[in-house]
């Protein structure tokens, strides 16, 4: 089982990774509540682009996307990206809901 930095469990779902985000979305700041509402509305862009695209689309410094998976207990943009991804290959990973 892979743990996250703060030694919660990596989300395993879209819906756990999406629980993880609204649960933390109140503490973070402007910029990352930008990328939150980025990702949970578009969840292919952190999945399957660039961190530099994902960034631009978000209107935001790609520093910042590494800084929002860190706030959630990533310990980078890269493992953050990888859970979405697999959730995105996993049948019936549920729909991605926006806000």
Known sequence: MFVMSNQEPVPR????????IRNRYETLSAKLQQIARHVLECPDD???ETLTVTAER????PSAIVRFAKTLGFSGAHPMRRTVRKACFFPGRGRWLRR
Not at 13 to 20: A, G, I, M, N, R
Not at 58 to 61: G, I, K, S, T, Y
Request: charged share 15%.
């Open 13 to 20: 779902s879209v819906e756990e990774f999406q629980t993880l």
């Open 46 to 48: 952190l999945a399957f």
């Open 58 to 61: 978000a209107h935001v410094h």
